[in-house]
């Protein structure tokens, strides 16, 4: 049964930073600031449990009754991840779900990053009415993928991994945000790169609309008018709030 509450806690764990915030449920806006703490390196369970803890402190929360989502990096089934994106690969088969329930004293809803992400556009931003094929990009440390087909979530796509003929390295490798920063690109060298991705996407899938999320979204003017596209191609609503916002609407479905 669904939780009646107003608002709820999301927690968004990425390659490189651990963001947290309270939500307002109804409007899909964050009602504190968005709490920020870096990834610790390596990214072992024992300590994002402990940067995840240090977010919740930081937010002040400590009531059971505020609902929690915890959004994470790597193909979720039933709470167990199954991958391991820019963390530690002992994430791979382990039981994320009932670790941070244990080591937080609290039920959680767990889920991969990009899909929570799609759910905060699917009910408040960009994908929200939108007939047939959706997917949702976040271009950060790599690359997320959210398919939404007529409203409905089609979780663990994981098109971020997708391979390039002729080349050892996956899609994220070469055109996730951080490619652009590593290799020094300009926006225009990105957007040949971000190209390439999309008209592959494009090739595939024959998708109906592409939404453009992670904290790269906020410069959208600097890349998406670069791109030639037959799909519809446009910046999220929530841009990188995206995670947070999926990940608490999500801890009460």
């Known amino acids: 049964m669904a939780i009646k509450t107003t608002r709820a806690v999301g927690v968004d764990i990425g390659g490189t930073g651990i963001k947290g915030a309270i939500v307002d449920l109804a409007a899909g806006t964050l009602l504190t600031d968005r709490i920020k703490v870096a990834t610790p390196a390596g990214a072992e369970p024992d300590d994002v449990l402990d940067a995840v803890r240090v977010v919740l402190d930081r937010l002040e929360v400590r009531e059971e009754n505020i609902p929690l989502g915890v ?19 002992a994430w791979i088969g382990f039981e994320a779900e009932h670790f941070f329930e244990d080591g937080l004293g609290r039920e959680i809803h767990f889920a991969n990053d990009a899909d929570v992400a799609g759910v905060a556009e699917l009910r408040y931003g960009a994908a929200r009415e939108q007939a047939g094929l959706s997917i949702l990009t976040t271009l950060g440390t790599g690359i997320g993928t959210a398919m939404i087909h007529d409203g409905v979530l089609i979780p663990n796509s994981e098109l971020g991994h997708l391979q390039r003929a002729g080349h050892k390295k996956d899609a994220e490798a070469w055109a996730a945000y951080s490619a652009m920063e590593r290799d020094e690109l300009s926006w225009e060298k990105w957007a040949e790169r971000l190209q390439w991705y999309y008209r592959h996407l494009e090739f595939l899938l024959s998708p ?14 600097q890349f998406l008018p670069l791109l030639d596209l037959s799909t519809p191609i446009v910046p999220a609503v929530h841009r990188n709030n995206a995670g947070i916002i999926g990940a608490a609407a999500l801890a009460v479905a």
């Open 71 to 89: 959004a994470f990096p790597a193909i979720v089934k039933r709470g167990r991840t199954l991958s391991a994106a820019n963390v530690s690969d």
């Open 208 to 221: 109906d609309l592409f939404i453009v999320g992670g904290g790269v979204s906020k410069h959208a003017d």
